[in-house]
């Protein structure tokens, strides 16, 4: 167990809808990262927050947005869905704005977009 | 443009045996290299480091060797055991220029150690 949730674990949702993802890190972590996985893919970067504030951005589509609430938990909302984002999303933390690396990754949030 | 690359998807071994996987970069900055293990659903988990001021790293039954003027490095894991069944990511990060948000993963590669 990392110590890193993520809800849900599953989700089917149709074309055009809108679905958040919820994480909640580490107990003490301040920095959220979120990755998209999608088949025979390598782990993206989407985007990562740092107690609260948005610190870096990777790949992530206009269509997707994320934000770190005070209690520092982060939820990733995904809008106009298409069939391409079925994949699975994980958040992962670290306690400061990460060590080169190590990070703590959730159980991820499988998408299927039908 | 995949800046981390493994190349065998696949990896099948004997138990008892040694298990080499295999991952190449092409991003000359890269200077810190890691590999996450994940078992179906789980999240990747961290299992070993190695920095570019060094050429091995050792821990328990898992080595990783950089070579950087060939920029590839391998994990082996010696012996394998069953329990070592999983998907093996490759990874890397510019570590002296940034935060994990630079951190580049590969494809993963499924290992399966036969008993």
């Known amino acids: 167990d990392s110590g890193v949730t993520q809800t849900p674990k599953h989700l089917i949702t149709a074309t055009g809808q809108r679905v958040t993802l919820r994480c909640s890190p580490r107990?003490?972590?301040?920095?959220v990262y979120w990755y998209q996985q999608s088949l025979d893919q390598g782990l993206q970067f989407l985007i990562q927050?740092?107690?609260?504030?948005?610190?870096a951005k990777g790949n992530i589509l206009e269509r997707f947005s994320a934000q770190q609430f005070p209690d520092l938990h982060s939820e990733l909302n995904l809008s106009s869905l298409e069939l391409g984002d079925s994949a699975l999303y994980f958040c992962?933390?670290?306690?400061?704005?990460?060590?080169?690396?190590?990070?703590?990754f959730g159980e991820g949030s499988r998408l299927t977009v039908l | 443009d995949q800046q981390v690359k493994q190349n065998s998807p696949s990896l099948s071994v004997q138990e008892g045996r040694i298990s080499i996987l295999n991952c190449d970069y092409t991003?000359?900055?890269?200077?810190?290299f890691l590999w996450y293990k994940k078992y179906p659903a789980e999240g990747p988990t961290f299992l070993i480091s190695?920095?570019?001021?060094?050429d091995k790293n050792e821990d328990g039954r898992f080595t990783v060797f950089l070579n950087k003027s060939a920029k590839h490095l391998s994990l082996h894991i010696v012996p394998s055991q069953p329990g070592d069944s999983a998907v093996y990511f490759c990874?890397?990060?510019?570590?002296?220029?940034?935060?994990?948000?630079?951190?580049?993963f590969g494809k993963g590669t499924k290992l399966t150690v036969n008993p």
């Open positions: 190695i920095s570019s001021i060094k």
């Open positions: 990874a890397a990060s510019p570590f002296f220029q940034g935060g994990s948000e630079k951190l580049v």
């Open positions: 107990s003490g972590d301040l920095s």
């Open positions: 991003n000359s900055m890269f200077d810190y």
């Open positions: 992962a933390s670290s306690v400061g704005q990460g060590a080169g690396g190590e990070l703590f």
């Open positions: 927050y740092y107690n609260g504030e948005e610190r």
